[in-house]
């Protein structure tokens, strides 16, 4: 069992920068690939980023190419999502997924075994 708790979303002006962090109980955590999702209201959950188990490969969505980085740190159990030059349109929930042994297309939710419960980015434009 895998819980997930997401932090670091808030307010703040297109162009501004927001780095979110998700923290993941268990001692399992290096086994699993770590990806974020958003989802806007009346729209579906969007893949926005993954990072494999040791690190080393990070995958992106085309739309946050550039301006996301995503990083883990396997010893204190955290993923973080630096976001740089934030545009209105990444206004949206950010949900942290965990992904046991990983797996090939790291696009679709249905394959991330557990979720936290989300944190709210509001870009204003």
């Known amino acids: 069992q895998v819980q997930l708790v997401e932090s670091g979303g808030g307010l703040v002006q297109a162009g501004g920068s927001l780095r979110l962090s998700c923290v993941a109980s268990g001692r399992t955590f290096s086994s699993y690939s770590m990806g974020w999702f958003r989802q806007a209201p009346g729209k579906e959950r969007e893949f926005v980023a993954t990072i494999a188990i040791s690190g080393g490969r990070t995958y992106y969505t085309d739309s946050v190419k550039g301006r996301f980085t995503l990083a883990r740190d396997n010893a204190k159990n955290m993923v973080y999502l630096q976001m740089n030059n934030l545009k209105p349109e990444d206004t949206a929930v950010y949900y942290c997924?965990?992904?046991?042994?990983?797996?090939?297309?790291?696009?679709?939710?249905?394959?991330?075994?557990?979720w936290g419960r989300g944190t709210q980015v509001t870009v204003s434009s």
């Open positions: 997924a965990a992904d046991y042994l990983g797996s090939v297309n790291v696009e679709d939710p249905r394959n991330y075994n557990y």
